[in-house]
């Protein structure tokens, strides 16, 4: 074979290798953990290998023997899992374009654009969740393998009988592994019929060597169904569709096709019209821009250069796209089968946007089938190229929106840590709820315990981060104290009362709190209406979320040892401590604050402002009005309180009851009538807080 055949046999694969990198490997050296990620990092540090076991046993037990293979590889290194999960999901792109070639061989141009739009699918947004969909990726690429053996079986049984075998071990690999690809699995029968169609092109010849290759793919997915209904069940979600049927069946299947619309709609037309969407270019900056016009410029042209090169042997017309169509079609259908009896919704939107990924290859089926029917092939090849290009843009800005995320939580904990050196066992952290767009209140429960029991290695967890929003009516009760908290976490559990509750808020651009019951009680709240409260927090108006304002009346601070003789130190994960900045200062100031030393306030006070650094969010000011007030500094105390008051009235009635609590306070070089000045200045001063 010359140089020049092998490298156009090997241009499918290299070019979708190019397009892997530039859809999820630019960023992919600086992404770290998220969502379920962070279980899967604390249950390799804490319970090893029967962790994994455990976890797995209710829902996906012969997951676990895979995983105890890849975790005993990769640990807990991010970048290596990054790796891991985009080499699967460039492969599980080449094992496709292998599997529909074997199909359809004279179609190698349509085949080869297929492969790319299955890769960039702009439906699924969660690349970087690189533990869980690593080895999601892992059992699509076997499923099309096992599907490709079958073909290479079908035509030669007795030469290729071992074809027939590993394929079947495969496709029990990826039904016992995931039910993610079970509607998939049925597309087997069809595909199967198309890659008979060449060698028997009489249909009862054909039919009788389908139904004996089949059958042994059939007896597979006979046995994990029976196993699955019958003998695992429905641990984590529910098989509704049972119920629905049984209680109202004419109901459900009236329902039903508009059930099926709605995935479609989503997984298809929602997802695609993504590509249409600029990017918040303000963001990014002249460089990152930069480099995004490149991708798409080189993606785009590269890609028309390289689907040229390809002879089309014949030519394609309205049956080749009706047959893709079809196809495609019943490709969605099948996929969304798991998500329809268990009644799971297909969103765009973090968490959901995982249930897109089995509709990948429908997508991207229904499109090639949309684009045969334009007139001219460089018209299609042109389109096909841009509509690629957009889409690895959108994928590309997936990947900085998941880098930023890693930042604010790598930010996160430092200033938590800085805050809270040493955190008593069964403790819980409240919050209303993060900034972070893609961690749950249960995926962060694994790095706080991470952080704070480093040496634990049982199956007690002995802490958890709750959102109030999230666990209120549910694991926590009411906001009241003494009361039970317990939650399972598959492998592990956690048991305490919300007497051990410390509140906490976080919403850049200001800094990580822990909430006070006297001193943060006066803070303006946000509004009532959740879209104008979010604007307020995200512009950085000084206001607590109503939520957050809950959780001060049962927060426990006691719960906070300041004075650690060891303080915690934050795993390698997280990488090296961030410059010293305003955020560092008011951790350690307000951690003072909390202890009373307002000596120690107004020394850091001092300090922070000589560099000089000040802050996002002016509330934070309020530690150091309050400690110069008390150690009888008038000139400083006075001067920040009508800079913060100037600046933002709405603290007016948070700075009153400072100087009311100083005035209720010890004795200092601060006279009544100069209280009385400033309480007068600032016009407003709450009745019955501040005490």
Avoid at 157 to 165: D, E, K, S, T, Y
Avoid at 221 to 239: A, C, N, P
Avoid at 440 to 462: E, R
Wanted: glycine letters at 6%.
């Amino acid at each position: 074979m010359g140089i020049e055949k092998r490298l156009s046999r090997w241009a499918a694969p290299i070019a979708l290798f190019v397009i892997t990198f530039f859809s999820y490997g630019i960023f992919a050296y600086q992404q770290g953990f998220h969502w379920d990620d962070w279980g899967f990092v604390w249950l390799i540090r804490t319970l090893g290998k029967p962790g994994l076991f455990d976890y797995f046993a209710t829902n996906r037990p012969f997951l676990a023997y895979v995983y105890s293979v890849t975790t005993s590889i990769f640990g807990t290194n991010p970048w290596a899992w990054q790796l891991f999960s985009i080499f699967f999901r460039w492969l599980s792109a080449v094992s496709l374009l292998w599997m529909l070639r074997i199909i359809w061989p004279k179609y190698k141009q349509q085949i080869f654009i297929i492969s790319i739009l299955f890769l960039i699918y702009p439906g699924f947004n969660q690349q970087a969740i690189s533990i869980t969909y690593g080895h999601f990726f892992l059992a699509q690429t076997l499923l099309f393998i096992s599907i490709g053996l079958m073909l290479k079986f079908a035509s030669d049984p007795r030469r290729l009988w071992w074809a027939g075998v590993l394929g079947v071990c495969l496709s029990a690999f990826n039904l016992f592994s995931t039910e993610y690809f079970v509607g998939l699995e049925l597309l087997r029968p069809l595909l199967l019929w198309y890659g008979l169609r060449e060698q028997f092109p009489n249909w009862r010849s054909r039919l009788k060597r389908a139904t004996q290759t089949y059958g042994p793919f059939f007896l597979t997915l006979l046995g994990y169904l029976y196993w699955r209904y019958f003998i695992l069940g429905f641990y984590l979600y529910q098989l509704k569709l049972v119920s629905d049927l049984e209680s109202a069946p004419i109901g459900w299947l009236a329902t039903l096709p508009k059930s099926i619309w709605d995935q479609w709609q989503v997984a298809f037309l929602q997802a695609w019209s993504q590509i249409f969407q600029v990017p918040n270019f303000d963001e990014y900056g002249s460089r990152l821009t930069v480099i995004y016009i490149l991708v798409l410029v080189l993606t785009g042209i590269g890609l028309y250069k390289i689907a040229n090169q390809f002879i089309k042997s014949q030519e394609t017309d309205w049956r080749f796209s009706a047959r893709f169509f079809g196809l495609g079609l019943l490709s969605l259908f099948l996929a969304g089968l798991p998500f329809l009896i268990t009644e799971l919704p297909i969103r765009l939107t973090f968490p959901n946007s995982r249930f897109t990924l089995p509709f990948a290859l429908g997508s991207a089926l229904i499109l090639i089938a949309i684009l045969e029917l334009l007139p001219h092939s460089t018209l299609k090849i042109l389109i096909a190229s841009g509509l690629i290009a957009l889409a690895v843009g959108v994928q590309f800005n997936n990947g900085y929106l998941w880098r930023e995320d890693w930042r604010l939580q790598k930010s996160y904990f430092w200033q938590m840590i800085w805050r809270i050196p040493e955190l008593q066992p069964n403790s819980i952290l409240l919050s209303s709820d993060t900034p972070l767009m893609y961690s749950s209140d249960n995926s962060l429960t694994f790095p706080l315990n991470l952080i704070y029991a480093p040496d634990n290695h049982s199956t007690d967890i002995q802490y958890v981060y709750y959102h109030l929003s999230v666990r209120l009516g549910n694991e926590l009760q009411a906001i009241k104290p003494g009361l039970p908290i317990q939650q399972d976490y598959l492998a592990a559990t956690f048991e305490s009362t919300s007497d051990q509750i410390v509140a906490v808020h976080f919403s850049p651009p200001g800094c990580f709190r822990v909430l006070h019951p006297v001193f943060d009680r006066d803070l303006p709240l946000a509004p009532a209406s959740g879209e104008i409260a979010e604007q307020w927090l995200k512009s950085g108006v000084p206001v607590l979320p109503r939520t957050a304002a809950k959780a001060i009346q049962i927060s426990n601070l006691n719960q906070i040892n300041p004075n650690p003789t060891i303080d915690v130190v934050l795993p390698p994960i997280f990488g090296s401590e961030p410059t010293h900045t305003w955020c560092y200062y008011f951790e350690k100031a307000d951690l003072a604050r909390q202890e009373d030393d307002w000596v120690k306030v107004a020394e850091i006070g001092d300090q922070v402002f000589g560099i000089p650094y000040y802050p996002d969010n002016l509330s934070e000011y309020l530690p150091f009005v309050e400690a110069y007030a008390r150690t009888g500094r008038w000139e400083e105390a006075r001067d920040l309180t009508r800079k913060t008051a100037d600046q933002v009235p709405l603290l007016a009635p948070a700075l009153c009851a400072i100087w009311q609590r100083v005035e209720k306070g010890a004795s200092t070089n601060i006279t009544p009538a100069q209280i009385n000045k400033m309480k007068n200045e600032l016009g407003y001063c709450p009745f019955g807080l501040g005490n």
